[in-house]
């Protein structure tokens, strides 16, 4: 089983559109979570921190489930320029190599 | 532009040539993060630096492969003898070692291995 797995998509969705992605993690120690996202031959770029109790930015709500080991990222009123890949990144453990970043879902909304 | 930068963002070379590759982190930052990143996948850890010292390397980072930092602020990672199995995008990243420890990414080097 991966550290970190994401459903790859791609998810084509209507612009205005809500869609969550879940990412599931292995180890249940993981103590920091967050989302990148990034677009075509270009570098990841923070979307969001992920918080024990959940946080929102905007159109952005991202959840930390912890029995569950999994994080949710959820879109509302989705536009055009979110079209990108979601990367999910959970670190496992306190060394840098235990930063573990999903393969990513790819998002693709549609006029 | 305050962000972290890479140099060159795009090297082609000849297999078992050797090649160098620059990161600038943001000016603050202690921490850097090197990562390699294939079609289809996330980025995968290569080594990291707080300050000056290498503190951690990846299996995936053969005797080819050599970073350094020498005083603290910028890095390099060099290449040697590169396969075609090098071909990639080379990452940086830097963060400022807080309690969640975001890391920012630099734009990268696409690496083709002819």
């Known amino acids: 089983r991966k550290e970190v797995e994401q459903d790859p998509g791609p998810f084509n969705v209507p612009e205005g559109a809500t869609v969550a992605f879940n990412c599931t993690y292995s180890n249940s120690a993981s103590q920091s979570f967050f989302w990148y996202r990034q677009d075509c031959r270009k570098e990841p770029k923070l979307l969001m921190s992920?918080?024990?109790s959940g946080n929102e930015d905007g159109r952005f709500t991202a959840q930390l489930n912890r029995a569950s080991q999994y994080i949710s990222l959820l879109i509302r009123d989705s536009k055009l320029s979110d079209s990108a890949t979601y990367l999910c990144v959970v670190n496992i453990g306190s060394s840098a190599s235990k930063i573990i970043f999903g393969s990513g879902t790819r998002l693709s909304i549609r006029p | 532009d305050t962000g972290v930068s890479q140099d060159p963002r795009h090297k082609i070379t000849k297999r078992g040539q050797n090649v160098t590759f620059r990161c600038d982190p943001i000016s603050e930052h202690n921490r850097l993060y090197w990562y390699r990143q294939t079609l289809g996948q996330g980025p995968e850890f290569l080594t990291y630096f707080q300050n000056e010292a290498q503190l951690e390397k990846s299996r995936l980072l053969s005797d080819r492969f050599s970073a350094e930092r020498p005083k603290g602020s910028f890095s390099t990672l060099e290449i040697q003898r590169t396969e075609q199995g090098d071909s990639a995008m080379y990452l940086c990243?830097?963060?400022?070692?807080?309690?969640?420890?975001?890391?920012?990414f630099g734009p990268g080097t696409r690496l083709t291995v002819l």
């Open positions: 990243a830097s963060s400022a070692g807080n309690v969640y420890n975001e890391q920012f």
């Open positions: 992920v918080y024990s």
